[in-house]
């Protein structure tokens, strides 16, 4: 089993930074690929990145790419996710998500979830 939890989310002019973080709880954490999921509302949850086990590759959607930044530090049983040069669209609720070696960009897929997080962007 592994437990999640979110922080750091907050309300954010445009073009600003927040980092997530997610705790994880487990001694197996280092065995899980960890990801950031987002969803707005009344939109499905979708796939925002993901690192693997040990941290050797890392994917994000198109969206984010070239802003956001995920890393993990398996010491301390958590994973960031560092967002710059934010947007009003990335105003969502963002959770953190967990698969054993590797995180799948179907939601539905991943085994362990967070709580979420609420990130707001003000135009």
């Known amino acids: 089993q592994v437990q999640l939890v979110e922080s750091g989310g907050g309300l954010v002019q445009a073009g600003g930074s927040l980092r997530l973080s997610c705790a994880a709880s487990?001694?197996?954490?280092?065995?899980?690929?960890m990801g950031w999921f987002r969803q707005a509302p009344g939109k499905e949850r979708e796939f925002v990145g993901a690192i693997s086990w040990n941290g050797g590759r890392t994917y994000y959607a198109d969206s984010v790419k070239g802003r956001f930044a995920i890393s993990r530090d398996n010491a301390k049983t958590t994973v960031y996710l560092q967002m710059n040069s934010l947007k009003p669209e990335d105003t969502a609720v963002y959770y953190c998500?967990?698969?054993?070696?590797?995180?799948?960009?179907?939601?539905?897929?991943?085994?362990?979830w967070g709580q979420g997080t609420q990130v707001t962007v003000s135009s």
């Open positions: 487990g001694r197996t954490f280092s065995s899980y690929g």
């Open positions: 998500a967990a698969r054993q070696f590797l995180v799948l960009t179907t939601p539905r897929e991943n085994n362990y």
